[in-house]
Nanobody
Framework: VQLQASGGGLVQPGGSLRLSCEASGFTSRNYHIGWFRQAPGKEREGISC????????DYADSVKGRFTISGDNTKNTVYLQMNSLKPEDTAVYYC???????????????????WGQGTQVTVSS
């Protein structure tokens, strides 16, 4: 299993970015994708996840209402649309994957077995 994350960059406060996570190596849709972020000096935070089996999602309170996770089955890609970005959203963002046969996806990093490389998101004027 391999994950390729992309889409980070520099954006002004209030702006938007869309991150992508392309997954390869899964032989079915029984897996979960999680998005995590880690700011300097802070612990890694699980901000969103999706069950690829049925599309169920979950969000951390810190991003609920601003970020949206979605999937494109034709491209085996999961997106994280980030709107109304704030300076405190600045972090390295990671996508991760795990085999999962239930709808409920976890947002804890130890639950995930496969990790993509990080992509930097900087929110600054």
């Amino acid at each position: 299993v391999q994950l390729q994350a992309s889409g980070g960059g520099l954006v002004q406060p209030g702006g938007s970015l869309r991150l992508s996570c392309e997954a390869s190596g899964f032989t079915s849709r029984n897996y979960h994708i999680g998005w995590f972020r880690q700011a300097p000096g802070k612990e890694r935070e699980g901000i969103s996840c999706m069950s690829r089996r049925d599309g169920s999602t979950d969000y951390a309170d810190s991003v609920k209402g601003r970020f949206t996770i979605s999937g494109d089955n034709t491209k085996n890609t999961v997106y994280l649309q980030m709107n109304s970005l704030k300076p405190e959203d600045t972090a390295v963002y990671y996508c991760a994957a795990r085999w999962g046969f239930v709808s409920s996806c976890p947002r804890s990093s130890p639950s995930y077995d496969y990790w993509g490389q990080g992509t930097q998101v900087t929110v600054s004027s």
